[in-house]
């Protein structure tokens, strides 16, 4: 079972930015948050990991709470390409990927 | 950074007949391999991984089997495919800290 709650799905004005949180309420210490995102008929692409502290990178930003137990993934200029599913997961050897949120960039 | 190759991109098989997808990594040396399985409209579920040449782990009960015959080499099968088995296969590599890359899948239909 997925230990991340989503929600299903979030529409966002393309140029705007999309905030998509995630919910990760039994976190371990060790444990790594990472977003990945499938566009449509093609394998998950990764975005970004974080532990503790905030991360960004050439596509997106991460904000982790402190208590560790949601985070939110920001892409700061959404366009229509963006479009795709986002999946919150909680690091290991083994990733359990859920049903992840839809987002739609609209223009 | 690595680059995951796997064939063929689409296949339609008959029920009954074998299977043999093949996934193989480049970029990378010693990494954990995945199979994925994505049903249409569904999220992925793991299927096997491996943390070195002959070392298998399957997480779910099902008619298909891996295996792994050189470090970067990773092969989904199976005896005799079921209906079910029709879906996205998708094979990942680890890189680091366990960020996995993916490959761009299989396309199954099973008839």
């Known amino acids: 079972d997925a230990k991340t709650t989503q929600p299903p799905s979030m529409d966002c004005a393309e140029g705007r930015a999309a905030n998509l949180p995630c919910n990760h309420s039994t976190i371990s210490g060790n444990e790594y948050v990472y977003w990945y995102r499938q566009i449509h008929s093609q394998g998950p692409q990764y975005i970004i990991h974080g532990l503790k502290n905030n991360e960004t990178n050439e596509m997106a930003s991460l904000i982790i709470t402190e208590d560790r137990k949601s985070s939110t993934l920001i892409l700061p200029h959404a366009t229509l390409r963006d479009t795709a599913v986002y999946y919150c997961?909680?690091?290991?050897?083994?990733?359990?990927f859920g049903a992840g949120t839809i987002l739609r960039v609209k223009s | 950074s690595q680059t995951i190759h796997q064939w063929p991109a689409t296949l339609v098989q008959p029920v009954g007949s074998p299977l043999s997808l093949e996934c193989t990594v480049e970029g990378t040396s010693n990494p954990n391999l995945y199979w994925y399985r994505q049903a249409a409209g569904r999220g992925l579920q793991l299927l096997f991984y491996?943390?070195?040449?002959?070392?298998i782990s399957s997480e779910v009960p099902q008619n298909l089997s891996a295996s792994r015959p050189q470090d970067r080499q990773f092969i989904l099968s199976s005896k005799k495919l079921l209906l079910s088995d029709s879906g996205f296969y998708l094979c990942?590599?680890?890189?680091?800290?366990?960020?996995?890359?993916f490959g761009p899948g299989t396309r199954l239909l099973v008839l």
């Open positions: 997961i909680l690091g290991g050897n083994k990733l359990v």
């Open positions: 491996s943390v070195g040449i002959g070392q």
């Open positions: 990942a590599s680890t890189e680091g800290r366990e960020t996995q890359y």
